[in-house]
């Protein structure tokens, strides 16, 4: 069945400037790119979109983290794309991920592993209007 799902490429995967190699995951996968831009995330969009885990320790890191540098955001869309995408990036800490996905090969922690990607069909539905206009998407 076809899906989108979201993705975000994060300061991580700026930084170690493996945009292309990330992506070109995604599209050897057999998954196309809908929509995309860069941009710089602030504290509000960043309160609602990690509002799950405000309350955690570990949330004002991830927050400064996400605002270290601009990220890249992508909307993919394919047959099962966000278990698709999920299995390409591997499990959220890097340390755990294997040889072979993207987090695997490029990650180096929980935080700082690489992208997010949106985690079921209801959540990126979500999440792609939270970060994308419908004017953006194609």
């Given at each position: ?6 993705i ?8 170690k ?9 995604f599209?050897k ?11 710089k ?28 540098r601009?990220?890249?955001l ?39 592993n690489?992208?997010h ?15 994308f ?6």
């Amino acid at each position: 069945m076809k899906e989108r799902t979201l993705i975000i490429l994060k300061p991580d995967c700026m930084e170690k400037r493996i945009i292309p190699e990330v992506l070109s995951r995604f599209f050897k996968a057999g998954l196309e790119i809908v929509a995309c831009k860069m941009t710089k995330l602030g504290e509000p969009i960043l309160r609602e979109h990690y509002s799950h885990i405000a309350g955690q320790p570990y949330y004002p890191p991830l927050v400064e983290f996400m605002q270290r540098r601009p990220v890249l955001l992508a909307i993919f869309e394919g047959d099962d794309a966000v278990a698709k995408v999920r299995r390409l990036l591997g499990p959220t800490n890097s340390r755990e991920a294997c040889a072979g996905t993207i987090r695997g090969d490029f990650g180096d922690n929980t935080r700082e592993n690489i992208a997010h990607a949106s985690d079921s069909v209801e959540n990126a539905a979500a999440e792609i209007k939270r970060f994308f206009k419908d004017c953006e998407v194609f």
